[in-house]
């Protein structure tokens, strides 16, 4: 059974970062691409980033662009987000999300519960 | 504003079809890319409902269709059901932002 669980979300203060993580189980980790997906409260789905299984190939949203960095251990199974200078427009909870088998620009097959980053002065 | 445009709402009484729209541009679904389609009920996650614009993971009930033409896509439900009542939202890829992209989500309500 795949299972996605994301934490390291929290509340800071804008311009402060944060490192959210991912723990990938139930399926071979080093197959698929990786993708971050938010959802501010009320609102709908933004991708946020993608890593392609060997993390040569890496895109970002241009919202965040500069800003956050998605990197993968595919030895510890474990996908990340480094998220710096956040902003108020940053608040969401953000889900982490196994690729399908058709690289970066694939369907997201699984989804984790999401974890809540709240940016607040 | 979200690059896939979706109607913000839809109903129907049990029993009946619906049918939701996505339309993207030639940059997008235009361009020949696929369309996925997202089932989220209240408070959870969100889950993969159709994927490469016709195809139904294990577990979904054929009672969901996909379709795609040009530069839009359809989801369709029949014998709407109370539990269907959820947000619906299309993906594809878009290659002028070089990434995915999510329509802006369409509420079902069942009647």
């Known amino acids: 059974e795949v299972q996605l669980v994301e934490s390291g979300g929290g509340s800071v203060k804008p311009g402060r970062s944060l490192r959210l993580s991912c723990a990938a189980s139930?399926?071979?980790?080093?197959?698929?691409?990786m993708h971050w997906v938010r959802q501010a409260p009320g609102k709908g789905l933004q991708w946020v980033s993608g890593?392609?299984?060997?993390?040569?190939?890496?895109y970002y949203a241009d919202s965040v662009k500069g800003r956050f960095t998605i990197s993968r251990d595919n030895a510890k199974n474990s996908l990340y987000l480094q998220m710096n200078s956040l902003r108020a427009e940053d608040t969401a909870l953000y889900y982490c999300?196994?690729?399908?088998?058709?690289?970066?620009?694939?369907?997201?097959?699984?989804w984790g519960q999401g974890t809540l980053v709240t940016v607040s002065s | 504003q979200s690059v896939l445009t979706q109607p913000p709402s839809v109903s129907g009484a049990p029993g009946q079809r619906v049918t939701i729209s996505c339309t993207g541009s030639?940059?997008?679904?235009?361009?020949?890319?696929?369309v996925h389609w997202y089932q989220q009920l209240p408070g959870t996650a969100p889950k993969l409902l159709i994927y490469?614009?016709?195809n139904r993971p294990s577990g979904v009930p054929d009672r969901f269709s996909g379709s795609k033409s040009g530069t839009s896509a359809s989801l369709a439900i029949t014998g709407l059901q109370a539990e269907d009542e959820a947000d619906y939202y299309c993906?594809?890829?878009?290659?002028?932002?070089?990434?995915?992209?999510f329509g802006g989500g369409t509420k079902l309500t069942v009647l």
């Open positions: 999300i196994k690729g399908g088998n058709s690289g970066l620009k694939s369907h997201f097959a699984y």
């Open positions: 139930g399926f071979t980790f080093d197959d698929y691409a």
């Open positions: 890593v392609s299984w060997d993390s040569v190939g890496i």
């Open positions: 030639s940059s997008n679904i235009g361009a020949g890319y696929n």
């Open positions: 490469v614009n016709n």
């Open positions: 993906q594809s890829y878009d290659r002028g932002l070089s990434g995915s992209v």
